[in-house]
């Protein structure tokens, strides 16, 4: 194996490990986002269990203040959940962007690692195209030459360049 095809295989193989990094740095993302949605989720059902317990607080005839108490002090438990959601989704969305910040320099690093990886493949094919062109002159040389040392003899077996040896008439 040439130094050209040790550093093709040497980028190829860069190549797979980047690859293999932006792969990881995908499902990294996508782990995110569904830790998103699902803080999200839980900081809209927060809200609608505030809003319900806050409409039966409303529609209610006949309660004790005890019962309101009670329920007022539900409705700050379920602020304090819904603050602690709101927090927790914050957080589930600064993860996600640093993620998806990884995944693109994962990306970028990858695509440097292609246009190398091109830019290599396109020396050695060069390299290539050099060699055979210098195999194509190099036969050319040598079949040229045999041309005239095949000429050569034949003028020497024929004598001079248009005397050849002709019979008695």
């Known amino acids: ?21 932006v792969t990881a740095a995908e499902g990294r993302v996508r782990e995110a986002e569904h830790l998103v949605r699902m803080r999200e989720e839980a900081a809209e ?38 603050r602690h959601a709101r927090e927790a989704l914050e957080k589930a969305r600064k993860v996600l962007d ?4 990884e995944w693109r320099e994962s990306r970028r690093d990858q695509m440097v690692i292609e246009k190398v990886q091109e830019r290599r493949l396109q020396e050695w094919q060069h390299s290539v195209n050099v060699a055979d062109q210098q195999n194509v002159d190099e036969m050319t040389v040598i079949r040229h030459a045999r041309d005239q040392i095949h000429r050569r003899s034949v003028e020497s077996d024929n004598g001079p360049a248009g005397f050849a040896d002709e019979g008695p008439e």
Do not use: K, P
């Open 1 to 21: 194996m040439n130094d050209q095809q040790r550093r093709m295989h040497r980028i190829d193989r860069l190549a797979d490990v980047r690859q293999s990094y």
């Open 45 to 82: 059902e927060s809200d609608r269990q505030i809003r319900r317990v806050r409409e039966e607080i409303a529609y209610l005839d006949h309660s004790t203040g005890e019962e309101i108490q009670n329920r007022e002090r539900y409705i700050f438990t379920l602020h304090v959940r819904a």
């Open 98 to 101: 640093s993620r998806r910040h």
